[in-house]
């Protein structure tokens, strides 16, 4: 079964960094495109990060452009986004997502908790 477990949230303040991390499992890691979306309190769901499987293209929400930077490594079957110069804005619960060929529904992690705060 297809599984994606986040991992590396918590408390930063404004101006600092934090890796999150997506394990993956269950499917072919290294042919499937992978996103990072995020979920601030009161607010949708919001597309923060694409990544591409062959050709490892990414793509980024305007709000993040120039201080996240998505990346993966397919032997750990891991995504990670890596964020910079982090403003209270950007406090949100984040979330991995794939969209694989023949399955009906996108698959989600459970998330992870990212609190910019002084």
């Known amino acids: 079964q297809v599984q994606l477990v986040e991992s590396g949230g918590g408390l930063v303040q404004p101006g600092g960094s934090l890796r999150l991390s997506c394990a993956a499992s269950?499917?072919?890691?290294?042919?499937?495109?992978m996103r990072w979306y995020r979920q601030a309190t009161g607010k949708e769901r919001e597309f923060v990060a694409f990544?591409?499987?062959?050709?490892?293209?990414?793509a980024y929400a305007d709000s993040v452009k120039g201080r996240f930077t998505i990346s993966r490594e397919n032997v750990k079957n891991t995504v990670y986004l890596q964020m910079n110069s982090l403003k209270p804005e950007d406090t949100a619960v984040y979330y991995c997502?794939?969209?694989?060929?023949?399955?009906?529904?996108?698959?989600w992690g459970q998330g992870t908790q990212v609190t910019v705060s002084s």
């Open positions: 269950g499917f072919t890691f290294k042919t499937s495109a």
């Open positions: 990544i591409a499987s062959v050709a490892g293209s990414t």
């Open positions: 997502n794939t969209r694989l060929r023949g399955a009906p529904n996108d698959y």
